[in-house]
């Protein structure tokens, strides 16, 4: 794969993983940290203490044995507050395989977020050509997770804001349930969409808008608050809202980007469309008509 230098943009030399300025990127436990020099260390300070808190609050997956099985393991959704999040990814799952069974076979897969690599692997296994990208590589809670599948796909630890450095287009790219925690999600997508290939799909997971986000503040405010007096960091890496409003929603339309209802949640979004205060479920596709990038 055709890789941009973080640092100073020339390309990466793949035998030597340096490139022509003498900047170097290893790879460890087959995860390669493509990471300009701020922002390894910004990671560096950031990545243990967030690890820390999340183990202290029974969020990681510790059994090497749950991670082939997600998103089904019965022993994720025993975790507190994950029932939700691994329903609402089998869901994801389900849609992506929908679509992608209409496309060709092999697909050149982005996962954006890409979390465990639990999607990864998923579409990894299904004969996908799959490159999965996050800011984290924790063994159990990141991109180094990746060891405790059979399936086999590239892992690319970098500051997702910037996928220039990803310098070749990919036939599927997917937005995994992260767009709401990116500083200006309507331009983020705008900086994405030149790695969609001609006639490429981007899918984004996870929209939740909500039309009356006060309660919705406040809750986060609330998160932020706890993890800075309990473990004393931020728990955002960059300031973000972290939730979707009305406006995100014509934002993202305004893009192209066709907004659809998951059918499994028809009824929290009936539910939302009666009390506003509640989040409106959707995920969005684009597709890159273009002839040339």
């Given at each position: 794969?055709p890789l941009?230098?973080?640092?100073?943009?020339?390309?990466?030399?793949?035998?030597?993983?340096?490139?022509?300025?003498?900047?170097?990127?290893?790879?460890?436990?087959?995860?390669?940290?493509?990471?300009?020099?701020?922002?390894?260390?910004?990671?560096?300070?950031?990545?243990?203490?967030?690890?820390?808190?999340?183990?202290?609050?029974?969020?990681?997956?510790?059994?090497?044995?749950?991670?082939?099985?997600?998103?089904?393991?019965?022993?994720?959704?025993?975790?507190?507050?994950?029932?939700?999040?691994?329903?609402?990814?089998?869901?994801?799952?389900?849609?992506?395989?929908?679509?992608?069974?209409?496309?060709?076979?092999?697909?050149?897969?982005?996962?954006?977020?890409?979390?465990?690599?639990?999607?990864?692997?998923?579409?990894?296994?299904?004969?996908?050509?799959?490159?999965?990208?996050?800011?984290?590589?924790?063994a159990h809670?990141?991109?180094?997770?990746?060891?405790?599948?059979?399936?086999?796909?590239?892992?690319?630890?970098?500051?997702?804001?910037?996928?220039?450095?990803?310098?070749?287009?990919?036939?599927?790219?997917?937005?995994?349930?992260?767009?709401?925690?990116?500083?200006?999600?309507?331009?983020?997508?705008?900086?994405?969409?030149?790695?969609?290939?001609p006639g490429?799909?981007?899918?984004?997971?996870?929209?939740?808008?909500?039309?009356?986000?006060?309660?919705?503040?406040?809750?986060?405010?609330?998160?932020?608050?706890?993890?800075?007096?309990?473990?004393?960091?931020?728990?955002?890496?960059?300031?973000?809202?972290?939730?979707?409003?009305?406006?995100?929603?014509?934002?993202?339309?305004?893009?192209?980007?066709?907004?659809?209802?998951?059918?499994?949640?028809?009824?929290?979004?009936?539910?939302?469309?009666?009390?506003?205060?509640?989040?409106?479920?959707?995920?969005?596709?684009?597709?890159?008509?273009?002839?040339?990038?």
């Open positions: 794969m941009l230098c973080p640092n100073c943009r020339t390309a990466i030399d793949t035998a030597s993983g340096a490139c022509a300025r003498g900047h170097t990127f290893a790879e460890v436990d087959g995860v390669l940290s493509l990471l300009s020099d701020g922002f390894a260390q910004r990671l560096a300070e950031y990545e243990p203490v967030l690890s820390a808190a999340r183990k202290a609050e029974g969020k990681h997956l510790l059994e090497v044995t749950d991670y082939e099985a997600l998103p089904f393991s019965p022993a994720a959704e025993t975790r507190p507050g994950m029932r939700l999040e691994w329903r609402l990814r089998r869901y994801d799952l389900a849609l992506i395989q929908r679509l992608l069974a209409d496309r060709a076979a092999q697909q050149r897969v982005l996962d954006v977020g890409a979390w465990n690599g639990w999607l990864s692997h998923r579409l990894a296994a299904a004969g996908h050509c799959v490159t999965a990208v996050d800011y984290f590589a924790d809670d990141g991109l180094r997770a990746r060891c405790f599948y059979r399936a086999d796909w590239r892992a690319i630890q970098m500051d997702l804001r910037d996928p220039s450095v990803l310098d070749e287009p990919f036939d599927v790219v997917v937005v995994n349930r992260c767009l709401a925690f990116f500083p200006d999600p309507a331009a983020y997508l705008e900086c994405l969409r030149p790695r969609v290939a490429g799909l981007l899918i984004v997971t996870g929209l939740q808008f909500y039309w009356q986000p006060a309660a919705k503040a406040r809750r986060v405010e609330a998160d932020l608050r706890h993890y800075r007096e309990r473990y004393g960091f931020d728990l955002f890496l960059f300031p973000t809202r972290g939730y979707l409003d009305r406006g995100d929603h014509a934002r993202l339309r305004a893009l192209g980007l066709r907004l659809h209802a998951y059918p499994p949640l028809w009824a929290a979004n009936l539910r939302a469309r009666i009390d506003p205060r509640r989040p409106r479920h959707a995920y969005g596709l684009w597709t890159n008509a273009g002839l040339t990038l």
